[in-house]
C-alpha cells in the first residue's frame, strides 16, 4: 500500500536522524547530575486541571514556543497554525465572496474547525457571530502570545463540548519586564499580500505583583485572483450577456444559451469595463458570451487585526493572590467578488426581448458590470475581561475562581449587490438598457443596486471555579483531585437587512439567525500514581444545556514508565459537540428545490411523468430545535523515547469516531423516504394536498445521521545537540499521517454508505515539518521545511483512483538573525524560499489550487527589527 510506503519513509527518515545523533554523542557536554536531581517545578498543562512534574504526561501535546513563532516568519496565528501537520486536510481562511470573509480557523484531524476547541490563557475563545461555530483565529495578535499548545487528544472530559479533533490552546504573555518594541514587513513575490506586524510591551514587576500591557498588530493585504497562478485563466461563465428562449407559459427557459443579439461581446478578457466581455467560440458552435470574473475578483481578502492585552496579578497574602486580563481586539478585512451575475425574465415587447414578434420572452443570463464589483467591508470588535482569585485553604486546598465578559461584535456591509425585482422591472421597462449596461447614467444603476448589511454578535459571561488536593498517599506519591464547575451564558445574532432576508437581493445568501442559551458543568479529575513508574487518571464532565439537553464525557488515561529513557501513554474517552445557536434558531427561508416526485408531477397535469417526473417545489429551509449533540469516541497510545539525552522519539496512533453528525438532508432525500414509508428526521417534513397528493411544501434543514471514522499516526524526532564553540543546533522532525478517514452517509432509502477519503483528491495522508536551528554566539539561523503529501485527482469506471495529478508540496523558509550589542535583535530572511507554488490540478472548489491546504504567495522575503529596554 502507498500509505505504508509514505509512513515507512518518514520513520526511516527519522530514526536515520537519532542515530546520527547518537554516533555524535562524544561531542556532546553531558548534563550535570546535581542539576538532574533537582525538584520539578509542577505545572498545569492543556488537557489537565491537576498540577504535576514537567515531564512528559499521558496526553499528546505539541507546545509552540516564542522562539519557534519568532523563527518561523509567520505574522498571524492563523498562518502559523497552516503550517501545524495536525491540519490534515487545511483551513478556512479570509476570501472574498464567503459570508465568514474575515475569518480563519483550525481545524485539527480535518474534522471542522467547530469540532476544534481554541482556548485562550485556558478560557474558551469566543466564537464568530458571522459562523457561530467556530473562533476566529484573526482575533487573536500573534504579537500578544507567548506560546501555543496544541493537544491532539479529544477533551471533552475536560473542557466540554467541541474538543473531539483536539484543543488549541494559545497562552498570551505575561511574565516580561522591561519594554520591548518589534516591527515586521514582508512583500511576496507575487502582487498584493503584502505583510505587516508590530507590537510595543511593557512589563514591571514589584515584590508582590506585576502588570503587562501589550498593544500589537499584524495585517496581510488583498490578492487579486488576476495576480495569482491561474489568474491568467479567463473566467467562463453563462452570466455574461446570454439567452434562453421562455417555454410557451412563460415559466421556464428552453433550449440552449444564445448570445444576446445587438451586444458585442467583442472584449478580450483582459482589460476592465466592457473589454472582460469575450466570446468562448466566435462563429463557432456553442459560442457564448462570457465575462472574465477573474479579472475583477479576489480570491483573497485582507485581513487587518489590532489588539491591546493587559494582565497583572497580586499577591495579597501569603496563600491568596488575584489576577486580571484585559483585551480589545478590532479585526478589519476587505473582500472584492465580481460584479453581480442574475437571470432576469423579459416578456414579449420589452425593448430588451432579444427576439421580438415570436409571443414567448425570453430569460437573460446577465453580468450588472456596470453596477460595479461587490465589495464588502467586515469591522469586527472584541473585548474580553476576566477578573480571578487563587488562594490555598488550611494548607492543603488550591482553591481558584473567577468571572468573566467576552464579546464580539462584528458589521459587514456589501456595496453594488442587485436587487431582483427592482432590476427585472427596469429591464422590461427599458430603462436599463442590457444591450449597453456601459451607457446608463448612474441614477439607473442606483435605482436597481443596494448596499446590504448584517450586524452580528457574540456574547457570553462565565463563572468558574475549581479546587486541587491531595487525598491521599500511594505508591508513587499523593492521589490528588480536581474539582469544579462553570456557568456560562452565550448570546447571539446575525441579523441581515431586510432586503437580504427576503432573498431579493442576487449575488448574496444567508439568512439572519439569533438564540441563546446558558451552560451548567462539572468537573472532575482524580490522579491515581500507582507507582512511580505507573499512573493512571479519570475525568469525567457533565454539562447541562438549556436548549437541546445534557452530555456527559468520561475519559481515563495512563502513563506508564518502564525504563528511565521510555514512558508508555494512552487514554480512552468519549466526547460531544453541542449543536451550534445557527443550526438551532437560524430564520426559515424560501428555496425553490427541483425534485422527482411522480405524484406531484401528475398532480401538475403533465403527461411525461413516467419518463420525467422532475418538477420544482417550495422548499422551507429551517433551523432543527430537535438537533442533539455529535457524539465521540477517542483512543490513543504511544511512547516517549530518549535514546540519549540529546534525542527524543515520540509516537502517538488515535481513532475517532463521530457518531450523529450533524448533515443537512436535501429535498429529494425526505421525498424519497416519504414515497417509500421511510421516517423522516425529527423536524423536517414533506406536505402534501390531501386530495391529490401533490407537494405543497417540504420543510428540510439540518439532522443527526451519519458517522466519521478517523485514525492516524503522530511521530517526532527530536535532536538537540551542543558542538562548543561551533555553536548548538536543535532540529525536530514531525509527521502527521492519516491512516483511513471514512464518512458514512444515510442514503435516502435509509441505508448507509461509507466512503473512504483517505489519500484521495485533496485529502493528503501525511504532512511533515522539520525544524532546524542553529545558534552560535549572537547569530541564529532557522530553517524550516515543510511537505504536503501528493494526492490523486482521477478516477476510472470502477472509482478507483489511477493517476496522481497533485504533486507533493514542499516548502522552505530561512531566517538569520543577530542579537545586535544595543540590545537589538534583527532577523532577516523568506517564506517559501524556493518560490514553490501549489498545483493548479489541486482546485477543489472552482479556485485554481486547493485554496484551504495552500497558499500561493510564492517567495515572501521579510525583515524584523526588535529593540528592547
Known sequence: MSNTKHLSSAIRFALFAGAASIFTAPVIAQDDQDEESKELETIVVTGSRIQRADIEGALPVTVIDRAQIDASGD?????????????????????????????????????????????????????????????????????????????????????????IGGVVNIITRKDFQGAEVSYTRGNPNITGGDTEAGSASYGAAGDRGRVLATVSFNKRGMVFTRDQIGGDTLGLSTFGNNYRLANAAGTAPTGAFIPLPGFACGGSGTGSGEDLFFQTNPGGAGNLCSYNFNASAANEASASTKALFVSGDYEINDNWSTYMQASVTRNESFGRYAPTPAQVFVPENSPNDPVPGDGRGAFIRHRFAAVGPRDNNVDENGYDVMIGFKGR?????????????????????????????????????????????????????????????????????????????DLFEMGGGASSMAIGGEWRSEDYADVYDSLSSAGEVEGSAGNSADGSRYVRSAFAEWLFPITDTFEVTAAGRFDKYSDYGSDFAPKIAFRYQPLDNLTLRG????????????????????????????????????????????????????????????????????????????????????????????????????????????????????????????????????TNEGDLNTSGLDFEVGVDLDFGNAG?????????????????????????TATEFTDTFGTPDLRINLLNSWQMGDFTVNFNSNFINGTPA???????????????????????????????????????????????DSSVDGRPWNFYLYDAYGRTPYVRYTQNF
Do not use: M
Not at 442606483?446 to 475549581?466: H, K, L, P
Not at 478507483?800 to 504533486?807: F, I, M, P, Y
Open 75 to 163: 505574522v498571524s496565528v492563523a498562518e502559523l497554525l497552516r503550517d501545524s501537520t495536525f491540519a490534515s486536510f487545511g483551513n478556512f481562511r479570509p476570501q472574498s465572496g464567503s459570508s465568514a470573509q474575515s475569518n480563519s480557523e483550525i481545524d485539527l484531524r480535518g474534522l471542522g474547525g467547530r469540532r476544534t476547541l481554541v482556548l485562550i490563557d485556558g478560557r474558551r475563545l469566543a466564537k464568530s457571530p458571522f459562523t457561530g461555530e467556530s473562533a476566529n483565529l484573526n482575533t487573536v495578535p500573534l504579537g500578544a502570545v507567548e506560546r501555543i499548545e496544541i493537544l491532539s487528544d479529544g477533551a471533552s472530559a475536560i473542557y466540554g463540548s467541541d474538543a
Open 393 to 469: 485553604v488550611a494548607d492543603a486546598v488550591d482553591v481558584e475562581a473567577g468571572a468573566r465578559v467576552f464579546e464580539n461584535q462584528a458589521y459587514n456591509l456589501g456595496q453594488n449587490y442587485i436587487v431582483r425585482r427592482l432590476a427585472e422591472a427596469a429591464i422590461q421597462a427599458g430603462r436599463y438598457n442590457v444591450r449597453d449596461p456601459f451607457g446608463s447614467d448612474r441614477q439607473t444603476l442606483n435605482s436597481i443596486s443596494t448596499t446590504i448589511a448584517r450586524d452580528a454578535f457574540w456574547y457570553s459571561q462565565e463563572v468558574f471555579g475549581s479546587a486541587a488536593f
Open 571 to 702: 487514554s480512552y474517552g468519549t466526547g460531544f459537540a453541542a449543536p451550534t445557536l445557527p443550526a438551532l434558531n437560524q430564520s426559515d427561508s424560501f428555496s425553490a428545490d427541483a425534485v422527482t416526485d411522480r405524484r406531484t408531477c401528475l398532480a401538475f397535469g403533465r403527461t411525461d411523468c413516467n419518463s420525467n417526473p422532475q418538477i420544482q417545489i417550495d422548499a422551507t429551509v429551517i433551523s432543527n430545535p430537535s438537533l442533539a449533540s455529535e457524539q465521540s469516541q477517542q483512543f490513543s497510545l504511544g511512547l516517549v523515547y530518549d535514546p540519549i539525552d540529546q534525542v527524543s522519539i515520540k509516537l502517538d496512533y488515535y481513532d475517532i469516531t463521530i457518531e450523529d453528525r450533524i448533515s443537512n438532508v436535501s429535498s429529494g432525500t425526505l421525498i424519497f423516504r416519504d414515497n417509500n414509508g421511510i421516517p423522516l428526521p425529527a423536524g423536517l417534513s414533506v406536505t402534501r394536498d390531501p386530495t391529490t397528493g401533490a407537494i405543497i411544501n417540504v420543510t428540510r434543514g439540518a
Open 728 to 752: 548548538e543546533l536543535s532540529s525536530s522532525f514531525i509527521a502527521s499521517y492519516v491512516r483511513d478517514y471514512e464518512l458514512v452517509n444515510v442514503n435516502a432509502d435509509g441505508s448507509t
Open 794 to 840: 482521477s478516477f476510472d469506471d470502477a472509482g478507483d483512483q489511477v493517476d496522481s495529478k497533485v504533486g507533493g508540496y514542499t516548502t522552505h523558509d530561512l531566517q538569520v538573525a543577530w542579537k545586535a550589542p544595543w540590545n537589538a535583535s534583527i532577523a532577516v530572511g523568506a517564506t517559501n524560499i524556493g518560490d514553490k507554488f501549489p498545483s493548479q
